[in-house]
């Protein structure tokens, strides 16, 4: 795949379709890699006319890392965050969603539908409030607004995405434990089958798996605190995706994002959790590219 240089670090991304038709970003969570966007997802925008751009956030898969000379103390940051105390973070949301930016420059792509899942969808709010001479539209799924009131997860859902694998250096161990992940944080009314469920996970461990850069990414999260007044600023079309039933972000995490945009649509649905499961994805393709056409003729 290729890559551009983006404020130092090596941005990889992937772009599908023709380059003259409408762009979509694509922004991932929380240490997920640019192929955690389902295959058929992106084939389906393609197929719509669009083309679709997705990539390695900072500190994910085969992007640039940010390097620390001393180990971030993740427990500390969230009693901090809670607190509403200040937490140190390398980098924040902002210079994520410059990192977008930098490679829409590098595309030479004025404009483009911005969609963001989980933490990408806080760096696709972030980056439609700043940049909104080059936002289409905005969507953003299974997010939050930053508001802690709403946004608390299930305790067995935190304590998983917190949770290591018994042996971090042997690849098995870690495919497995993350599946026990998804298993936990996943959608309750589409799961996964568990055969291939492991072999999506082992494309991306075999592709680029490093805890370290997550705990970065988290700190990024914590650091960014409440955004609603940011997204007061938004001005782009905006549809807010989100579950029924996600016990990472609460589904009262999407109304209150949705509330705190104007004009933003919401839509919910019932047995999807904090995923994109399959059986979904023809759904979640139409519900995108609907909003994204409708964004152009405005």
Avoid at 49 to 68: E, H, M, Q, T
Avoid at 194 to 213: F, K, N, Q, T, W
Avoid at 245 to 269: M, S, Y
Wanted: charged share 25%.
């Amino acid at each position: 795949m290729p890559a551009v240089e983006v404020s130092g670090l090596r941005i990889e991304y992937e772009s599908l379709g023709n380059p003259s038709d409408p762009a979509i970003v694509l922004i991932m969570g929380l240490g997920m890699q640019l192929v955690a966007w389902p295959d058929a997802f992106c084939e389906g925008l393609v197929a719509r006319g669009f083309r679709v751009i997705r990539f390695d956030n900072r500190d994910c898969g085969l992007s640039g890392k940010v390097r620390l000379k001393k180990k971030p103390n993740v427990l500390l940051a969230f009693a901090s965050a809670w607190l509403g105390l200040p937490v140190r973070a390398p980098y924040t949301l902002g210079d994520m969603a410059a990192d977008t930016a930098g490679l829409l420059d590098a595309l030479k792509i004025e404009r483009a539908h911005i969609v963001g899942a989980s933490m990408g969808g806080m760096i696709a709010q972030v980056f439609a409030a700043r940049y909104p001479q080059r936002t289409l539209s905005l969507t953003s799924i299974m997010s939050s607004s930053g508001n802690r009131k709403v946004s608390r997860a299930k305790r067995e859902a935190m304590q998983a995405l917190l949770s290591r694998p018994p042996d971090p250096k042997d690849e098995d161990s870690v495919i497995e434990h993350l599946a026990g992940v998804f298993g936990v944080i996943g959608s309750p009314g589409y799961p996964a089958e568990h055969g291939e469920l492991r072999r999506r996970i082992g494309r991306s461990v075999r592709r680029g798996y490093d805890p370290a850069g997550t705990a970065r990414q988290l700190l990024a999260i914590l650091d960014s605190g409440d955004r609603r007044r940011l997204l007061a600023k938004i001005e782009a079309p905006t549809l807010v995706i989100h579950g029924a039933d996600d016990p990472l972000v609460p589904v009262e995490a999407g109304r209150d994002t949705a509330h705190h945009i104007h004009g933003a649509k919401l839509r919910i649905i019932q047995g999807m959790g904090h995923d994109l499961p399959l059986a979904l994805l023809p759904e979640l393709v139409d519900s995108v590219a609907t909003h994204c056409r409708q964004a152009q003729t405005r």
